[in-house]
């Protein structure tokens, strides 16, 4: 692992959390992962919901489908804080998105043959659109508290298992209290096969409540 890929830590993500050598070292042998593992705007952050805990939170990503024949390897890349602006673009930038995740999906997320079950898709991305909000530095750096409003998934096509895909997520924009977030899975060529939007309601100030 590059002295880069150890850098700093978003302050949002767990610090005693360690990335998997494994996971960055399977998707750095990948040409569609290398552009953003050896980006200076990107760096590795946990995923945080994918580690153990001692209740019953998290257990369908750390458990579930955190197998060899379900997600074997899956990597969080963040866009680092100090080179992205606290303003929220007016449009995003598909070459830029606010965090991406690259995952390898296994036989057994198979819905229909060969075909990873959408539902399964749906809660990929709801997980990673979450944490990219929760990322945001207006966020992240002070009380509020992001809740899912609505979610709109568009399946363009099948996304074949096994495989290996690509999750890009940015936040496109901010009225009040209420977030935009748009998503998008990719296989390796770079087609997109599903599409996603969502909105997140900010919790009140504490002084309001």
């Not at 990335?19 to 953003?36: K, V």
């Not at 980006?39 to 805990?53: D, H, I, N």
Request: aromatic share 10%; net charge negative.
């Amino acid at each position: 692992m590059s002295d880069r890929l150890s850098s700093k830590r978003h302050a949002f993500f767990e610090p005693n959390l360690e990335i998997s050598p494994q996971d960055i070292e399977y998707f750095s042998s990948l040409p569609f992962a290398s552009p953003y593992l050896n980006s200076p705007l990107y760096e590795p952050v946990p995923f945080f919901t994918r580690y153990e805990t001692k209740d019953t939170s998290n257990k369908f990503f750390s458990k579930v489908i955190n197998t060899a024949d379900t997600v074997p390897y899956l990597l969080a890349l963040n866009r680092i804080p100090d080179l992205k602006s606290n303003q929220i673009p007016d449009q995003r930038d598909d070459a830029k998105p606010d965090f991406v995740v690259f995952i390898s999906l296994g036989p057994d997320l198979c819905g229909f043959q060969d075909t990873v079950h959408g539902g399964v898709l749906a809660a990929l991305l709801d997980e990673a659109l979450g944490l990219c909000a929760e990322a945001t530095e207006i966020v992240s750096k002070g009380d509020t508290r992001l809740y899912t409003a609505g979610l709109e998934i568009s399946y363009r096509s099948p996304v074949h298992a096994p495989s290996v895909a690509m999750i890009k997520t940015w936040v496109t924009k901010r009225q009040g209290r209420k977030w935009f977030l748009e998503a998008q899975v990719l296989d390796q060529d770079g087609v997109v096969k599903v599409e996603a939007k969502t909105l997140y309601i900010s919790s009140r100030p504490a002084a309001a409540l």
